[in-house]
T-cell receptor, first 113, second 116 residues
Framework: NAGVTQTPKFQVLKTGQSMTLQCAQD?????MYWYRQDPGMGLRLIYY???????DKGEVPNGYNVSRLNKREFSLRLESAAPSQTSVYFC????????????FGNGTRLTVT | AQTVTQSQPEMSVQEAETVTLSCTYD???????LFWYKQPPSRQMILVIR??????QNATENRFSVNFQKAAKSFSLKISDSQLGDAAMYFC?????????????FGTGTLLAVQP
């Protein structure tokens, strides 16, 4: 009954460091997403993947890269972290129908100093 | 581009009372989906309710119901008999009709406090 699993839960980076946020889902969903949440701005889409092997940019993709390793896993990489990337990051997955809700992971709180 | 607006950054309600959270959206599409999500302090995002635009009947889930006004592009959430556990951030979201590849667009959220 895991749903969407995100790691790590918390991370502190120094400016210029890199890291990868991991995400895996066990619901056999084709669509997966990465969002960031900032105070007063709601959730903004960084990247999404409609199926294994495909990725597409969302609203705020600059400074990020993604990999859809297989159907289960969708990782988000920060190559050179900046203070502006301090945020809470959510991974989500969804069934194929448009009325399918997003199932979210528990989020990663990232602080870049 | 579609946008979602939640004009109430914060709301407060007494326990057992009813509260309505507002949401408006802008779209030129005739078919789409609307969602309300709840985010308690645990940070988990939880689906509260969803509505298909082609359905005239307002969706209801236990104490949660929506007032969907398609012409006005309004999608408010009514919480009846408010409970302390309803205290959370609430997000309204929009998705174009079609598959899940259409992006879910979120509003900025309304923080609901429930007073005992």
């Amino acid at each position: 009954n895991a749903g969407v699993t995100q790691t790590p839960k918390f991370q502190v980076l120094k400016t210029g460091q890199s890291m990868t946020l991991q995400c895996a889902q066990d619901m056999n969903h084709n669509s997966m997403y990465w969002y960031r949440q900032d105070p007063g701005m709601g959730l903004r889409l960084i990247y999404y993947s409609a199926s294994e092997g495909t990725t597409d940019k969302g609203e705020v993709p600059n400074g990020y890269n993604v990999s859809r390793l297989n159907k289960r896993e969708f990782s988000l990489r920060l190559e050179s972290a900046a203070p502006s990337q301090t945020s809470v990051y959510f991974c989500a997955s969804s069934g194929d129908s448009g009325n399918s809700p997003l199932h979210f992971g528990n989020g990663t709180r990232l602080t870049v100093t | 581009a579609q946008t979602v607006t939640q004009s109430q950054p914060e709301m407060s309600v007494q326990e057992a009372e009813t509260v309505t959270l507002s949401c408006t959206y802008d779209t030129s599409e005739s078919d789409y989906y609307l969602f309300w999500y709840k985010q308690p302090p645990s940070r988990q995002m939880i689906l509260v309710i969803r509505q298909e635009a082609y359905k005239q009947q307002n969706a209801t889930e236990n104490r949660f119901s929506v007032n969907f006004q398609k012409a006005a592009k309004s999608f408010s959430l009514k919480i009846s008999d408010s409970q302390l556990g309803d205290a959370a951030m609430y997000f309204c979201a929009y998705r174009n009709y079609g598959g899940a590849t259409n992006k879910l667009i979120f509003g900025t959220g309304t923080l609901l406090a429930v007073q005992p």
